[in-house]
Nanobody
């Protein structure tokens, strides 16, 4: 069972930056796609960014395009989310997730498609 552990969350002022990290216990072909999701209590979980390890294609939610960047390390066991120009509406619990994208060439973007999840790291942006 792959385990994912997030870190890097915290409290920042609007306009600030944070870099989230997600460490996987192992890399297997069951997880060639990884994503960051975020959730605010009482709201649906939102896909923020996704990365296909093989094709290197990415997905970003419109709300974060140009501000957030998803990346991975060469060993494919660490996933990052660089968040710049943070806004109060970015406040949420951020989770990383992993799944096999099989023959797909683009990353999966729906939370119900993902099999492995981390516990999350809280990001709070003050206005």
């Amino acid at each position: 069972q792959v385990q994912l552990v997030e870190s890097g969350g915290g409290s920042v002022q609007a306009g600030g930056s944070l870099r989230l990290s997600c460490v996987a216990s192992e890399y297997t072909n069951r997880m060639n796609c990884m994503s960051w999701f975020r959730q605010v209590p009482g709201k649906e979980r939102e896909g923020v960014a996704a990365l296909h390890f093989v094709t290197r294609t990415t997905y970003y939610a419109d709300s974060v395009k140009g501000r957030f960047t998803i990346s991975q390390d060469t060993a494919k066991t660490k996933l990052y989310l660089q968040m710049n120009s943070l806004k109060p509406e970015d406040t949420a619990m951020y989770h990383c997730a992993a799944v096999s994208c099989r023959s797909l060439l683009v990353p999966k973007t729906y939370d119900w498609e993902y099999h492995f999840w981390g516990q999350g790291t809280q990001v709070t942006v003050a206005s």
